[in-house]
């Protein structure tokens, strides 16, 4: 029957091994074997941007990567973003303040998406955040709030 | 569990892929950044038996200056291709061309090998590629070979690799003197699969008229479609609107043949070809004029 390949790997600073069928999406291991829901799973072939995960600091979908492949590797999730029970991300923090969400279902692929875009580029334009945030769907907000809450916790991660 | 079942290895030498294929290329399915692959499979539109991950082959993840060209590892992803400071300078059309490979994201895993060896008709490396006369590397158990980029695309999702081979290296030529570039493409949001793209590639002469020109379109064929006849109507000219407008149509009335779908006819392809190949044209033509007025332009 199948095989049971042996993973183990970073998640938000925890080490987990595990053993896993190849065929299993990195999007389903996250939410079905270590219980991180907060990667959500829209379209589950590219395109709606809700499972970004960090890979070794890198934004990818996570629903196109296979479990296996994360062997070795080290993954952020948007459970990793808060930095204490009770505190939110600056970023978090203005998408709350700015409206940037309703549903919320499509947020974590966005904060996932922008953390590393603000650090790399801590002030950017409008055009610039809303190049970043092309391969990521929203069907609440209209993406103008989204564009807000990043702009405002752009401004204050800067003047921190 | 959204892909079928399925064998999976992954070396970690290239030796051991072409091992592997030697005795399996034809079952076998390679994983590079699988940004096209696993959407298929997650569709079970493709049920590989065997499926080989080369993302432990990090020897070739590279890009390398090489006698004023640049070499490409297969493996190398396609968001290095937008930070590498040596694209710039030694491929400006690839340069160009790389943020409208779909997003970030996606650019992060896709690879350069991965998107030539798909043959997808859409892509946008396929046709970069073919305008800057690339070359591929096809290696396997039983030797190696070179493939000019426009005899690599055989078809649709197609290629002339083997099922023992595997595409390990590209190589563009170094950039022509006076030449200018541009590539440009029509989606209906930033990121969509282009409705019709075209990279395109004007040399001048020393008299500033147009001594080569170089047109190929993505999303109007089975593959990258080069505009040859168009291309040579424009050599000898200056480039003048006249002589963009004879070379614009032909190329979109006889040198391609576009499918229609829900979201553009066959005729519109046309005509987003016509006018993106003046557009094209007109910017390689004025990047070239200006290397030709650079004050040190010369060997290089």
């Not at chain 1, 042996?6 to 389903?28: I, P, Y």
């Not at chain 2, 959204?2 to 030697?22: G, H, M, N, V």
Request: proline share 6%; with cysteine.
């Amino acid at each position: 029957m199948s095989v049971l390949h042996r993973v183990k790997l970073t998640v938000n600073g925890k080490t987990c091994e595990r053993e896993v069928e190849a065929r299993l999406l990195l999007s389903d291991f996250l939410r079905h074997d270590l219980g991180l829901t907060g990667t959500h799973v829209g379209c589950e072939h590219g395109v709606c941007g809700a499972c970004t995960i960090l890979l070794d600091g890198d934004p990818v979908r996570s629903c196109l990567i296979l479990a296996v492949q994360a062997d070795g590797r080290e993954l952020m999730t948007v459970e990793g973003l808060a930095p204490a029970p009770g505190e939110l991300h600056p970023l978090q923090q203005a998408f709350w303040e700015a409206h940037g969400l309703q549903c919320g279902f499509c947020t974590p692929g966005f904060l996932m998406t922008l953390v590393p875009f603000l650090e790399e580029n801590p002030s950017p334009t409008e055009h610039e955040i809303r190049h970043a945030i092309s391969g990521n769907l929203c069907r609440c907000t209209g993406y103008q709030h989204i564009v807000d809450a990043v702009q405002l916790a752009a401004d204050r991660m800067e003047t921190k | 569990m959204k892909p079928a079942s399925f064998e999976y290895l992954a070396p970690d030498s290239l030796d051991a892929a072409l091992d592997i294929l030697a005795h399996r290329g034809g079952e076998a399915k390679l994983l590079a950044g699988g940004q096209s692959l696993i959407p298929v499979m997650n569709f079970r539109l493709a049920q590989p038996s065997l499926l080989v991950d080369l993302n432990r082959l990090r020897d070739l993840d590279y890009l390398r200056e090489d006698g004023g060209g640049l070499r490409i590892g297969a493996m190398t992803r396609q968001r290095r291709l937008e930070r590498d400071p040596l694209v710039p300078r030694l491929a400006p059309l690839l340069r160009e061309a790389v943020p409208f490979i779909a997003h970030p994201q996606i650019r992060n895993r896709g690879t350069v090998g991965g998107s030539l060896a798909h043959a997808d008709p859409a892509a946008e490396l396929p046709a970069v590629a073919v305008a800057l006369d690339a070359r591929v590397r096809l290696q396997s158990a039983r030797g190696e070979r070179w493939v000019e980029a426009r005899e690599f695309f055989a078809g649709l999702f197609t290629t002339v690799l083997e099922p023992d081979e595997m595409l390990v290296e590209v190589a563009l030529p170094p950039p022509p003197a006076l030449t200018g570039w541009a590539f440009l493409e029509v989606a209906r949001r930033h990121g969509d699969y282009a409705q019709v793209g075209i990279a395109a590639r004007v040399t001048l002469d020393e008299g500033g008229r147009c001594r080569e020109a170089r047109l190929v379109y993505l999303s109007v064929g089975d593959g990258p479609v080069e505009a040859r006849e168009a291309a040579r109507m424009l050599a000898g000219t200056d480039l003048s609107d006249e002589a963009i407008a004879a070379a614009s149509d032909k190329a979109s009335r006889d040198e391609m043949d576009p499918t229609g779908d829900i979201h553009a006819s066959a005729d519109f392809k046309r005509h987003l070809a016509r006018v993106l190949t003046g557009r094209a044209l007109r910017r390689a033509g004025a990047r070239a004029q200006a290397r030709a007025q650079a004050p040190g332009r010369g060997k290089e």
